[in-house]
Nanobody
Framework: QVQLVESGGGLVQAGDSLRLSCAASGRTFKDYAVGWFRQAPGKEREFVSTIARGGNTNYADYVKGRFTISRDNAKNTVYLQMNSLKPEDTAVYYC?????????????????WGQGTQVTVSS
């Protein structure tokens, strides 16, 4: 079992930055790929970014160049640095983990999910 806890969300203005953290406990974190997904009100959950256990990363086109995912295995934590935030980035952000090798962009690949952290970007 892996337990995931997100933090770092908040209310910011367009153009600001936030850094989300996903802290893991349980099994050896370095053996898991970790992804970030988001869900806005009335919309389906969508992929944001993911990092494989080997460090490969993937980004959705709508965040590429603005968001950066990284991991610190010593701290059992994955980060999502979000710059140049836009109102359309407003959503609940979830981190998720699975033991596969690749940086999967599909939510169905992930076995463990956090409770989410709210990000609100005002215009």
């Amino acid at each position: 079992q892996v337990q995931l806890v997100e933090s770092g969300g908040g209310l910011v203005q367009a153009g600001d930055s936030l850094r989300l953290s996903c802290a893991a406990s349980g099994r050896t974190f370095k053996d898991y790929a970790v992804g970030w997904f988001r869900q806005a009100p009335g919309k389906e959950r969508e992929f944001v970014s993911t990092i494989a256990r080997g460090g490969n990363t993937n980004y959705a086109d709508y965040v590429k160049g603005r968001f950066t995912i990284s991991r610190d295995n010593a701290k059992n934590t994955v980060y999502l640095q979000m710059n140049s935030l836009k109102p359309e980035d407003t959503a609940v952000y979830y981190c998720a983990a699975y033991s596969g090798r690749s940086a999967s962009t599909y939510s169905r690949s992930y076995d463990y999910w956090g409770q989410g952290t709210q990000v609100t970007v005002s215009s």
